[in-house]
């Protein structure tokens, strides 16, 4: 192997590495949660339909784990909207 296929594969493998860190770190901040406990984290006098349905969209969008989606994450920071 030359030095630039060897240069390549460490790359990939730390992009590989990074990201499942990131996964496992995302996994423990946001642990499934029913749709009780989301509707309870919610502000007071938030529509729960409305809520349940933005929570779907959220899901679906950022392709998380619809339990996983809580009412205090932050588009940018905990999904990596840019």
Known sequence: MTAVMVAAVVAVLVVVVATWQSRAAFAERFPPISDAEFLAR?????????????????????????????????????LGAD
Do not use: N, Q, W
């Open 42 to 78: 919610c502000r007071p006098g938030t529509s729960p339909e409305v809520a349940l349905k933005v929570r779907r969209i959220v899901a679906r969008h950022f392709a998380v784990e619809y339990e996983r989606v809580h009412p205090c994450m932050c588009f940018v920071e905990d």
